[in-house]
């Protein structure tokens, strides 16, 4: 299994761009990369997948080198409701099973005015 | 439309006591997931349900745990006996017939506390 490591926690102000990379060395050939995010007393919601090079959509954006030894999840423009704990998970979706998906710890994401 | 529920949201209870969550998928969904967090720890995998039928249940920790969801409908888990270390965040995910795992969709959690 891949495991994956985060920092712990991140600070940022409102309206910048926040990078949060995510270490995951021994990511494998079908495993994908995922992102999800948590606010307190919620479950994790889905954010955004790549496999490889670089993936938009309307919430983030997810950068993955050649080597997919790593991934940065980048956030335009934060505000205080991006205040969230963040969540690398790797592993095939294809014909995987759950059972193969790493949680990492986390990043605590704060957001100040 | 409706998100995964999960009932209770809290739950104390003291060690050797039985407790049942339940989890209510979004309708539809036949891929059912059930993980939990302990306390430091990371949110890891105990088991996955199609329709009724288990399909991999090799994340549940011991036989005091025991999951059932009747019908393909919704799921319960009964911890018996609770231990201490069974405390945690309990969460519960659903995904579409044709989904995985990437398509969960989570419920808030049962945070269950064994005194």
């Known amino acids: 299994l891949a495991k994956t490591t985060q920092p712990i926690s991140m600070d940022s102000y409102e309206g910048q761009e926040v990078n949060i990379t995510c270490s995951h060395n021994?990511?494998?050939?079908?495993?994908?990369i995922t992102w999800y995010q948590q606010f307190p007393s919620q479950g994790p919601r889905f954010i955004i997948q790549?496999?490889?090079t670089k993936v938009t959509n309307e919430v983030a954006s997810l950068f993955i080198p050649a080597d997919r030894k790593s991934s940065t999840l980048s956030l335009p423009r934060v505000s205080l409701s991006d205040t969230a704990v963040y969540y690398c998970?790797?592993?095939?979706?294809?014909?995987?099973?759950?059972?193969?998906?790493?949680f990492g710890s986390g990043t605590q994401l704060t957001v100040l005015p | 439309e409706a998100g995964v529920t999960q009932f209770p949201s809290h739950s104390v209870i003291e060690k050797g006591q039985t407790v049942t969550l339940r989890c209510d998928p979004i309708?539809?969904?036949?891929?059912l997931y059930w993980y939990r967090r302990v306390m430091g720890k990371e949110i890891k995998f105990l088991l996955h349900?199609?329709?009724?039928?288990?399909?991999?249940e090799s994340g549940m920790p011991n036989n005091r745990f025991l999951a059932e969801r009747t019908g393909g409908t919704y799921s319960t888990l009964k911890v018996q006996p609770a231990e201490l270390e069974d405390s945690g965040v309990y969460f519960c995910?659903?995904?579409?017939?044709?989904?995985?795992?990437?398509?969960?969709?989570f419920g808030p959690g049962t945070r269950l506390t064994v005194l």
């Open positions: 995910a659903s995904s579409p017939r044709t989904g995985g795992w990437n398509e969960q969709f």
């Open positions: 021994n990511i494998a050939t079908n495993d994908y």
């Open positions: 790549g496999y490889k």
């Open positions: 998970l790797v592993g095939p979706i294809s014909s995987g099973s759950a059972r193969q998906l790493t």
């Open positions: 309708s539809g969904h036949d891929n």
């Open positions: 349900f199609v329709k009724e039928s288990k399909q991999d």
